[in-house]
Structure formats: structure tokens, C-alpha cells
């Protein structure tokens, strides 16, 4: 790297505040031309307020920014990509209901010499984005019926079509399976032989060093450290992210293992329209009180489906037999659950987790209010040491509890939803892949609090895309694949290479 090179972006003594918080504190450092560049941090060091005055969707902070040398302070995110810088959030921000064209040239429409809408240019422009990403769509199909994976490609696209030369990508691959990462890698080296300069925030050690030049770590809103990769280690990036050793996880110690709490079967859930029919077929299993379930299984494979079945809030009518402390149950809809003592945390932590247009404390109390209720009036103090115990309890980073749930990092909203359901005194808590997207320390803390509510005889099914979480923390492994029970592992049986033999497994059932 030419030391004499002017940096494609040069961050300046950023800072920015919030009321009672200050999320960036004094940042600088250099992002040089045609690199990647990784950010990483815990869940509420800065990083996604830095990617948001990158990419102009904060226009108000102080320090500098320079793009190529020149000072920009972006408006908003027109300006921002006018000037070549992209970013594709986390939480994919795509029209589900247009089509994937029409998601690309979403406010720069093509039109053609009489001023009508060029659909046919649009569609043809699209699909040779696409093509170009080995993403075989038609660029006519709604943005909402797309894969996740393709739904990221089509953000990329969309970048793309702007001659982004800047491209900030925040976790591009938590929902991804293997085998779309390993598109995206591709399409990251294409972008990257282009010149496109990256900046790559992601909580994954691995890809983190299969793909950076260089690592910038960031630390309760300041910048600790920027490293070559070659110069680093996961160990040392981790340590210095949360600025302390991470306790290798002692979760082996035997926790007591109760009687059957929960009973599934010949659960099905039908697929109506669909060539394989069911979305679970013959689900049968039993869960003890104190046991952490793990569900294992490629995306497609049901696991989320079969947490919807058990919560009641499945769009289909569930078939097969299910049995809570030996007495059969059958809901109809999640609260019927959650007054038997069920409840779940989602996987769409924005779309169906949080309420976004309210405070950490009315997230935290919104299922419980008849707790701190009398004669249908709510006694507010009741409920302000509720949600303030709940707060300290799982260590909720937040200026307050009256501070907008949308101000805090992913992995503290991630926390409050569970503090939430915790609050309705749950006897099985179903968590469906909760560490998506949470920092390595958030992780850890996140499987130690399962611990501690297993030793409490909360029982949990938990859910997850990444096999060494449940290899860390499950008693038991079942395995998904296409809708079918293909395996069931003990703790001690359990590898990741049987797992995945029992997740591409086809079941050979005909019905």
C-alpha cells in the first residue's frame, strides 16, 4: 500500500452525540483506495453510526470527513451516492412489493425520449446487473418473494447501477447459507478487481480474515486500533474489541436435567400451493425442563416453521398432537401461548421483535402491563422498576429506559425482546437464531444467560445458522431437512460433520 496514496476516505475526529449518550467519540483513521476494509466492535461501539455518516443517512456530527481529500459533509444519502458511496444495511431496505427492476431504479426511473416509465430498458439494464452477480432472477419478479441471498445481491445491484465505488456492506452475511456466502465472496473479488473500495462490517472472525487487507476496531465509540491482517489475529481483534480476555464458554458443567415439559407429535404444517406440500411432516420430539434443544438445518429446512407451530403463530392450521406438562394444548394464536407459558423471540428482530416507535422501557413491559395494573390503571412506578430490573438483569446498554428502542445497537434490542418475554414467567422460551448478528462478547453473554435460565427450569428449542453455537450450548441436536426429523444427536454424539450429513439428507418418505 503506497504510503503516499490519498485515502478514499478520511474519517477526522468524528463525534457524535445523542441525549445522555455519546456514540462517537474523537474516530479517525484512513480508508486507502481499492482496499477492504473491516470494522469491527460490540454490539453499541459506533460502528453503525459511522457507516451512517458515511453513507449521509446522519448528516449531523462533528469532525470531517474526506472523500479522494476533498471535504464532504453528505445531506442525506442522494448526496452521498452522488458522490459514490453505497451502503447495504443489515436489515435489507428493499420494496417488497415492486419488482426486483423496479427496487433498482427506485427514484432514478428510466424514462424514455416522451417521458414514459421504460420498464423494458429497466428490466434489461437489471438483469445484466444481476447476471453479473450469479444471480439468475427475473428482474420482473417482486423484491418480497426473493431469497434472502438474492435479496442482498439485488442491493448490490442496486449499488451497482449508481457506479458506487464505495460500497459498505453491514453483516451481508448473517442470513446467508454456505453456499450463498460463497457467491458473495465472489462477487466481493469481482467488486474489488473493479476498484471498488469496501468497507465490510461483520461479528465473523473467519470472514473477517479470508477478506480483509486491513481491520479497524472500534470500542464504546472510539477508535481503538487499525491493523494489517497479516499483522493481527482473531484472538487479538476480539480482545481488543471488548477489551478484555472472553472466558472460553464453560457451559459442560452438568445443569440438572427435569422431567418432560413439553411434547411434540406427528407435527405437520401443509405448504399449500407448493410442489413438496408440508413445511414440516412427522415431527416428533420431547423437551425436559432445564434442557436447551438445539434445531439444526439448512435455511428452507423448517426450523423457524416449527417454532411458529409451537407458538401459535403459524399462517397455516398445524396437524399432529402437542402436549404441555402431559396436558394437550392446541393455540390458535401467541397469546394463547404465552398465557400457557410459551414464549419466542423471533429471527426478524426489526420487522417482528421490536416496536420501533416506542421506548426500551414500553418494549420491555409490553407483554406484562397487567403485572403493574389496578382496575385497569397502570402504576407507572411499578412498572419503571420492573423494566429497570429487567434492564440490569441482562445488561442493557441504553441512555435510559425512556430512550427510543431504535437507538440501541442490535444486540441490546436483541436483549430487551428477550428481557420481554422473560418478564411473562415462561416455562418454554423459543428462540429462533437470537445471536444473529451480536458481537463475539453479546454471544458469550447471551449463552451464559440460556445457562442460567436452564438452572432457573425455563426449558428452551433453540434455533441457529451457526453449528459451533449449537454445539456449545445444546443438550440435545435435532436436524431439519426439507420439513423432515432426519437426525437426533446427544451432546457427546453431536460433530458438525454429522450434522451436516443429516441436514443435505433427503428424506426418502413418500406420502
Known sequence: MNANETPMISIQSVTKRYPGVVALEDVSFDIMPGELHSICG????????????LSGVIPDYEGQLLIRGTPVRFRNTRSAEAAGVSIIHQELNLVEQLSASANVFLGRELRSGLGLLDQRRMNAETRKLLQELECDVDPQSPAGSLRVGDQQLLEIAKALSLNTDILIMDEPTSALTESEVERLYR??????????????????????????????VLRDGRHVETLNRADTSPREITHLMVGREIDAMNLQDAREIGDVVLEVRQLSRPWPGHARAWRLRDISFKLRRGEILGIAGLMGAGRTELLECLFGASTEACQGQVYLEDRPVRFRHPSDAKNAGIAMVTEDRKRLGIFAQMTVRENISMCNLQRTGVAGILRA???RTMVQDSIQRLGVKTAGMEAAI???????????????????????LLLDDPTRGVDVGAKAELYRLMDTLCREGISIILTSSELP????????????AEGRLTAEFSRQEATEQKIMEAATATAAHTD
Open 42 to 53: 460490540e454490539n453499541g461501539a459506533g460502528k453503525s453510526t459511522l457507516m451512517k455518516i
Open 469 to 480: 453455537e449449537l454445539l456449545t450450548v445444546s443438550d440435545r441436536i435435532l436436524v431439519l
Open 406 to 428: 431504535t437507538s440501541l445497537s442490535g444486540g441490546n434490542q436483541q436483549k430487551t425482546i428477550i428481557g420481554r418475554w422473560l418478564l411473562t414467567n415462561p416455562k418454554v
Open 187 to 216: 462477487v466481493i473479488e469481482r467488486l474489488r478487481q473493479r476498484g471498488v473500495t469496501i468497507l465490510y462490517i461483520s461479528h465473523k472472525m473467519d470472514e473477517v480474515f479470508r477478506l480483509s487487507d486491513r481491520i479497524t
Open 381 to 383: 412506578g411499578q412498572e
